[in-house]
T-cell receptor, first 109, second 115 residues
């Protein structure tokens, strides 16, 4: 499994756009990039996945450059309820989910 | 409701007790997982079941004993635990061959406190 590196924590204010970057220098050709969100005392929740270029859903956008060695999760206009830990994972279909320490996002009023 | 239901939500047990955690999913998934999340630590994968067969045991102590009677139910039997086993225990499920691509569905977890 490709190792990922992401910031330990980030702070933001309500209404701002938040971008969390994840580095995955040894990503394999078949690997997908997936982000999960975890609130305190709950299980992680799948939020977005991509392979290359840009993916957007109702929650977030995922930007992946051509070399795929990094990716950026973009949360538009965050609210207090977006305060959570965000995990970047890289792997393929049958890989097990191995979580790192994630990025703890704190949104302030 | 996430589609994966874990009971109980909270459990306090003594070190000599025996208890069981239960996980249930009706998503049609055929792979189920137990994860442990201790305070300020990453999630640790404990056990993996595919089609009711255990396919992975990540060096988990024998005081944790999993059971998967069918593809919809998963148990974690606990006995003679230690205080350091206090943690949030999470169950997840996925399609066995598309777990990473389709994503895992996690339950809300059981908060276990060993006294």
């Amino acid at each position: 499994l490709a190792k990922t590196t992401q910031p330990i924590s980030m702070d933001s204010y309500e209404g701002q756009e938040v971008n969390i970057t994840c580095s995955h220098n040894n990503i394999a050709t078949n690997d997908y990039i997936t982000w999960y969100q975890q609130f305190p005392s709950q299980g992680p929740r799948f939020i977005i996945q991509g392979y290359k270029t840009k993916v957007t859903n109702e929650v977030a956008s995922l930007f992946i450059p051509a070399d795929r060695k990094s990716s950026t999760l973009s949360l538009p206009r965050v609210s207090l309820s977006d305060t959570a830990v965000y995990y970047c994972l890289v792997g393929f279909n049958t890989d097990k989910l191995i979580f790192g320490t994630g990025t703890r996002l704190q949104v302030f009023p | 409701e996430t589609g994966v239901t874990q009971t109980p939500r909270h459990l306090v047990m003594g070190m000599t007790n025996k208890k069981s955690l239960k996980c249930e999913q009706h998503l049609g998934h055929n792979a189920m997982y137990w994860y442990k999340q201790s305070a300020k630590k990453p999630l640790e994968l404990m056990f993996v079941y595919n089609f009711k067969e255990q396919t992975e045991n990540n060096s988990v102590p024998s005081r944790f004993s999993p059971e998967c009677p069918n593809s919809s139910h998963l148990f974690l039997h606990l006995h003679t635990l230690q205080p350091e086993d206090s943690a949030l225990y999470l169950c997840a499920s996925s399609r066995e061959d598309r777990g990473f691509e389709d994503g895992y569905t996690f339950g809300s977890g059981t908060r276990l406190t060993v006294v």
